[in-house]
C-alpha cells in the first residue's frame, strides 16, 4: 500500500509543469504571440501639450507589465518603439526592439524612453502614413503576418505632412495593415474627444481596429485609488484593471470608406 501510494505521488509530480506557463492540449507550452508596436509622438504639437512626462510615466509602467505579464496582461512575443514623426515626409525611424526594455525597472524604462524621445527633439512633421508602412514592413520582414497585432500610438493624433491638407485625417492610410492579420488594433492614447472622433469615422479601413483615448481620461491613471504610490508595481491590480479597460479594450471592427 504504501508502495502504491508512493508510486502515484510520483506520477502526480511527473504531471506538474516544470514552469509557470500553461501547457497546450499536447503538453507543449503555449507561446505568445502578440506583436507589439508602440510609436512615440515627437511633434511640436504634442511635445508642447503638456502630456509628455505624464505620457511617458505611464508608457514605462504599460511596456514592464506587458513584457513581465503583470495582472494577466499579454506578454508580446516581438516589441518594437519608435517615434511618430520627422522632419521630412515619410521619414523612416529607429524601432527599438524587446530587448531594449527587458530586464530593467519601471525606472528604468522612464529613463531609457526619454533618452530616445527627449522633450527638446520636437519635430514639425507628424506623419502616421510613414510609421504605418514601416509597422507592415517589419511585420513582413519578421515573418509576423497572421499574428495579433497591437499597435499603440502616444499621440494627440492630429495629421501634420506637408502636401496632404493639414488635418486630412481621411488621408491617414491603415490600408498596408489590412492583409497581415485578421486581428489588428490601433490604440490611440493621449488624444482628444474631436480627435479621437475624426479617427473614427473618418480614418479608412476595414479590418483594422481602431480604439482611441482622450488625454483627460489618461491622465488620471495617477489616481491613488487607481495606481497606489506605497505599492509595488507588481501589486497593482486596480491600475492593471484600468488598463484592460482603457487601454487595451476589445474593440470591434468597424468599416470605413
Not at 504531471?15 to 503538453?27: S, T
Not at 512615440?40 to 502630456?51: E, N, Q
Not at 529607429?94 to 527587458?102: I, L
Amino acid at each position: 500500500m504504501k508502495f502504491a501510494r508512493r508510486f502515484l505521488a510520483g506520477i502526480l509530480l511527473l504531471a506538474i509543469p516544470a514552469c509557470g506557463c500553461e501547457p497546450l492540449n499536447g503538453g507543449e507550452v503555449e507561446q505568445p504571440r502578440l506583436s507589439m508596436f508602440v510609436g512615440f509622438d515627437i511633434s511640436g504639437s504634442f511635445m508642447k501639450s503638456g502630456y509628455y512626462d505624464d505620457a511617458i510615466d505611464f508608457l514605462a509602467r504599460y511596456l514592464y507589465a506587458h513584457l513581465n505579464g503583470l495582472g494577466g496582461l499579454e506578454v508580446p512575443n516581438v516589441l518594437f518603439v519608435g517615434s511618430i514623426g520627422g522632419v521630412n515626409a515619410d521619414e523612416a525611424k529607429t524601432f527599438y526592439p524587446k530587448q531594449t526594455f527587458e530586464n530593467r525597472s519601471v525606472e528604468e524604462i522612464a529613463q531609457k524612453l526619454r533618452e530616445i524621445f527627449p522633450p527638446t527633439k520636437q519635430n514639425r512633421i507628424t506623419d502616421f502614413n510613414a510609421f504605418v508602412d514601416q509597422v507592415a514592413a517589419m511585420v513582413k520582414m519578421k515573418k509576423l503576418v497572421l499574428r495579433p497585432i497591437s499597435i499603440v500610438l502616444i499621440s494627440d493624433g492630429i495629421p501634420d505632412v506637408p502636401g496632404e491638407g493639414g488635418m486630412a485625417f481621411s488621408g491617414i492610410h491603415l490600408q498596408p495593415l489590412e492583409s497581415l492579420a485578421r486581428n489588428i488594433t490601433v490604440r490611440l492614447l493621449y488624444t482628444s474627444a474631436e480627435v479621437g472622433k475624426d479617427w473614427q469615422t473618418k480614418v479608412r479601413r476595414s479590418r483594422v481596429k481602431v480604439w482611441t483615448q482622450d488625454a483627460a481620461v489618461m491622465v488620471s491613471w495617477k489616481d491613488p485609488k487607481i495606481y497606489n504610490q506605497s505599492k509595488s508595481v507588481q501589486d497593482q491590480a486596480t491600475f492593471y484593471d484600468w488598463i484592460k479597460d482603457n487601454v487595451d479594450y476589445g474593440v470591434s471592427a468597424r468599416r470605413v470608406d
